[in-house]
Each structure stands twice: as structure tokens, then as C-alpha cells.
């Protein structure tokens, strides 16, 4: 959980979609329902996501991006982690959002495909 969540605060601290890669599904799309990412809600490919949050990261730029608490500890089943976004876009003043990612660590099927599953507002 920790390497994941690493791999999540680098690329939005960054503003580096392709960062994201390790962690997106192969053959599963994402999730994306969070009015906040300004993403039309739907299921995503890996390849969608990361030219739509490209997008996102030219716009939008990262003053901080912090979970929330600390990963939980590895468990079975989904986990959701909850995280803030705090970016400037456009010279308005910073923007402050909550997210949740949705990860599922291991699914038992060995072919090591990326955890993340979800991208939602943090409710």
C-alpha cells in the first residue's frame, strides 16, 4: 500500500500523468466519478486516463498533495485511501480538493496488473 500510495503523490506533486503508469489496470478500466478532477464521469483505460490527466496537469499546478492518514495495512479486498489536492490554475487563487483512490492490492490472479480502480471525491 505504501509503494502505491508513493507512486500516487509523486505523479499529482509532480504533475506527471505517465508517473501513474505502475499503478494502472492493464486490462481493467478505472473508475472516474470526481467533479473536482472537472473529468466527465466514466471508466477510463489506462491510456484515456493518462492523456485526460495530462490534460488536467497542464492546467492545474500542485502547491500540495497529501493523504490524508497513512495507508492502511495490507488487508483483503479494496482499500480506499483519501487524499487532498491543493493546485493553481489560471491565477485564481490555490484550490483545495479531497480525493479517494480505491485500490485493489492483489487479486490472486498473478498477472500483476495495477492496483487502482477508482478516482472519487473524497466524501
Given at each position: 500500500v505504501d509503494a502505491v500510495a508513493a507512486v500516487i503523490e509523486r505523479a499529482f506533486q509532480r504533475g506527471d500523468a505517465d508517473a501513474l503508469s505502475p499503478v494502472l489496470p492493464r486490462r481493467l478500466k478505472v473508475l472516474v466519478?470526481?467533479?473536482?478532477?472537472?473529468?466527465?464521469?466514466?471508466?477510463?483505460?489506462?491510456?484515456?486516463?493518462?492523456?485526460?490527466?495530462?490534460?488536467?496537469f497542464e492546467r492545474r499546478a500542485t502547491d500540495r498533495f497529501t493523504f490524508l492518514e497513512s495507508p492502511p495495512s495490507e488487508a483483503p479486498g479494496?482499500?480506499?485511501?483519501?487524499?487532498?489536492?491543493?493546485?493553481?490554475?489560471?491565477?485564481?487563487?490555490?484550490?483545495?480538493?479531497?480525493?479517494?483512490?480505491?485500490?485493489?492490492?492483489?487479486?490472486?490472479?498473478?498477472?500483476?496488473?495495477?492496483?487502482?480502480?477508482?478516482i472519487r471525491d473524497l466524501r
Open positions: 466519478a470526481s467533479r473536482g478532477l472537472g473529468i466527465t464521469e466514466g471508466y477510463y483505460g489506462a491510456d484515456q486516463l493518462r492523456v485526460l490527466l495530462r490534460r488536467l479494496p482499500i480506499t485511501l483519501g487524499a487532498r489536492w491543493v493546485y493553481s490554475e489560471n491565477g485564481a487563487p490555490p484550490a483545495d480538493i479531497g480525493l479517494a483512490f480505491t485500490l485493489a492490492l492483489d487479486d490472486g490472479d498473478g498477472d500483476g496488473d495495477g492496483p487502482l480502480r477508482e
